[in-house]
């Protein structure tokens, strides 16, 4: 029922499972999202809960454990920006929340981006939003390939780190987009 696992510490001190471990999947940014759903689908069925109902006290706690740590792992390989983070994390990189890393050029850019939307917001303007949203999705995909040969191919984690901080960046901007988008249609 465990399945083998790597470990690392948190700030509590705390043994946390590499994410990649307990779904037993390579620990790489390229994942096929059908590779990780049959690989998270696999393991639920097997912690699920409700089949160590009438295991032991201790059966049924380290059950409930793995079914947590699986929807964790889920959670935080299934978009890109965590999983990069997380494996950033794994390689000993901590990826801070803080805009720190990312170029002046990107920061202009951003401050761009967030008036176009200002001004489509005010302007109630479906078209200019939703042009805002293809330009900013086209710019994440550009990240997404960036991330691969970084992560996968040339282990440059610290350029990985900067790319996932503008990544983070990016992934905020599309949900205020589609936040706004869900309100002129409302």
Same mark, same amino acid.
């Given at each position: 029922?465990?399945?083998?696992?790597?470990?690392?510490?948190?700030?509590?001190?705390?043994?946390?499972?590499?994410? /990649?471990?307990?779904?037993?999947? !390579?620990? #790489?940014? &390229? +994942? *096929?999202?059908? %590779?990780?759903?049959?690989?998270?689908? @696999? $393991?639920?069925?097997?912690?699920?809960?409700?089949?160590?109902?009438?295991?032991?006290?201790?059966?049924?706690?380290?059950?409930?454990?793995?079914?947590?740590?699986?929807?964790?792992?889920?959670?935080?390989?299934?978009?890109?920006?965590?999983?990069?983070?997380?494996?950033?994390?794994?390689?000993?990189?901590?990826?801070?929340?803080?805009?720190?890393?990312?170029?002046?050029? /990107?920061?202009?850019?951003?401050? !761009?981006? #967030?008036? &176009? +939307? *200002?001004?489509? %917001?005010?302007?109630?303007?479906?078209? @200019? $939003?939703?042009?805002?949203?293809?330009?900013?999705?086209?710019?994440?995909?550009?990240?997404?390939?960036?991330?691969?040969?970084?992560?996968?191919?040339?282990?440059?984690?610290?350029?990985?780190?900067?790319?996932?901080?503008?990544?983070?960046?990016?992934?905020?901007?599309?949900?205020?987009?589609?936040?706004?988008?869900?309100?002129?249609?409302?």
């Amino acid at each position: 029922m465990n399945p083998e696992r790597a470990e690392r510490a948190n700030g509590n001190d705390k043994m946390r499972p590499s994410c /990649f471990a307990v779904l037993d999947l !390579e620990p #790489r940014f &390229a +994942l *096929a999202p059908e %590779r990780l759903e049959q690989a998270y689908r @696999a $393991l639920a069925a097997r912690v699920h809960p409700d089949r160590y109902a009438t295991g032991t006290s201790s059966e049924q706690r380290q059950a409930l454990s793995l079914a947590a740590d699986a929807n964790e792992a889920y959670r935080t390989l299934r978009k890109p920006a965590p999983r990069a983070r997380h494996l950033l994390s794994l390689r000993g990189v901590e990826v801070s929340e803080q805009s720190n890393a990312v170029t002046a050029a /990107f920061l202009l850019e951003q401050m !761009e981006w #967030r008036e &176009a +939307l *200002a001004d489509a %917001r005010a302007a109630g303007d479906a078209d @200019a $939003l939703s042009n805002l949203h293809s330009s900013v999705r086209a710019r994440a995909a550009m990240l997404h390939a960036r991330l691969e040969a970084l992560l996968d191919v040339d282990q440059d984690n610290l350029s990985a780190a900067r790319s996932v901080q503008e990544l983070m960046f990016i992934e905020k901007l599309n949900a205020d987009i589609d936040e706004a988008q869900a309100l002129l249609e409302a």
